[in-house]
């Protein structure tokens, strides 16, 4: 078995080159092909049929980056898995698989704090930041961590303003996001406005709980 085995490592490094360098680039191409799933695939999910097709493509298209080397069976192999590909996502469009619910570490959750910043006055932003802050006080109290975007960019935003380079909302709008997609696996609701509503949207569609009271937080014990 071991001398086909390497009879087999033999015969591609002949033709394909060094196995490590095959995988390298097939290993490139499949980590572009997988980025946008990760988070999904890290929470419990599946891995699409559509990108295993687009994946066993890519095995073949690499085959091709060798100079004088030609198999019709690359070629071909890689056309019928590109219609697997259009096939499989036609049916996935049409029977979609739900997000995967990200779970917490050792029921630890990583919750994003989402509330009201903005106000008509400076008393209004600091109000909003205080209960934000208490909020975040709380769940870490009931054992979670807990991110407050209010006290993590407010003086960052207010020495913005002082020399007169204020952020643009949508950068902080995409911050948000970012720490959403990325690194949350519940978001707390302290309030509502329409920066929080569009959090909430992008919580539930990256399979993130959503909480609106303490009621809900469950108790992991003492940090």
Not at 177 to 183: D, L, M, N, S, V
Request: hydrophobic share 35%.
């Amino acid at each position: 078995m071991q001398e086909n085995i390497q009879a087999v490592r033999e015969d591609r490094q002949k033709t394909y080159g060094d196995p490590w360098e095959n995988h390298e680039g097939i290993g490139k191409q499949w980590g572009a092909l997988l980025r946008h799933v990760g988070r999904h695939i890290a929470d419990g999910g599946d891995v699409p049929p559509s990108l295993v097709a687009a994946c066993m493509t890519a095995v073949k298209l690499n085959r091709c980056r060798i100079p004088r080397v030609y198999h019709q069976d690359n070629t071909i192999d890689a056309h019928a898995y590109m219609e697997m590909v259009d096939e499989f996502r036609a049916r996935e469009v049409q029977n979609p698989t739900p997000q995967a619910h990200r779970q917490p570490v050792n029921g630890i959750h990583r919750v994003y704090v989402a509330g009201a910043y903005t106000g008509d006055s400076t008393e209004q932003i600091e109000e909003n930041c205080r209960r934000a802050r208490v909020a975040t006080f709380l769940i870490m109290s009931n054992g979670h961590d807990a991110h407050c975007p209010h006290d993590a960019t407010h003086q960052v935003s207010e020495y913005a303003k002082s020399v007169k380079f204020p952020y643009d909302y949508e950068r902080w709008m995409r911050l948000d996001f970012g720490i959403i997609e990325r690194w949350a696996t519940a978001l707390y609701v302290v309030s509502e406005s329409p920066g929080t509503l569009r959090e909430i949207k992008r919580a539930k569609d990256n399979g993130v709980a959503v909480w609106r009271s303490m009621d809900e937080v469950p108790l992991v014990g003492k940090p």
